[in-house]
Nanobody, 119 residues
Framework: QVRLVESGGGSVQAGGSLRLSCVAT????????MGWFRQAPGKEREFVGA????????FYPEPMKGRFTISRDSAKNTMYLRVDTLKPEDTAVYYC????????????WGQGTQVIVSS
C-alpha cells in the first residue's frame, strides 16, 4: 500500500519562504507524476502543480507560476514544494498526491501539512 506523508508546514511571516516535503512509502509505489494541492478554510481544494516522476519536469497552472517550485528526488521517493514570497492567502493545508500512470486519477493522498502565513 502506498502512503504519502507531508511535512514542513508551520507558521511563517509574509514575505518568507517555506519548503514542504512529501515522502512516498510502500513497496508498490509507482509514479507517473506527483502533485501538490492546497485547501484554504472555506474554499475548494486547489491544484498547485505537479512534477513528472521520470523526467523531473514541473507543471504549474497559471495562477501558481512564479512563486512555487516543485522538484523531486526519485532516489528518496520524495517530492518538494518551495514557496517564496509567502502571502497570507497562501494559508492552507497542503496535500500531496500520486498519479501512478498517465491515465490514473490522483490517489494515495497524504494527511496534509498546515501552512499559516501572517502579515
Amino acid at each position: 500500500q502506498v502512503r504519502l506523508v507531508e511535512s514542513g508546514g508551520g507558521s511563517v511571516q509574509a514575505g518568507g519562504s517555506l519548503r514542504l516535503s512529501c515522502v512516498a512509502t510502500g513497496r508498490s509505489f509507482r509514479s507517473y507524476a506527483m502533485g501538490w494541492f492546497r485547501q484554504a478554510p472555506g474554499k475548494e481544494r486547489e491544484f498547485v502543480g505537479a512534477v513528472s516522476w521520470s523526467g523531473g519536469s514541473a507543471f504549474y497552472p497559471e495562477p501558481m507560476k512564479g512563486r512555487f517550485t516543485i522538484s523531486r528526488d526519485s532516489a528518496k521517493n520524495t517530492m518538494y514544494l518551495r514557496v517564496d514570497t509567502l502571502k497570507p492567502e497562501d494559508t492552507a493545508v497542503y496535500y500531496c498526491a500520486n498519479k501512478a500512470s498517465y491515465s490514473a486519477d490522483w490517489s494515495s493522498w497524504g494527511q496534509g501539512t498546515q501552512v499559516i502565513v501572517s502579515s
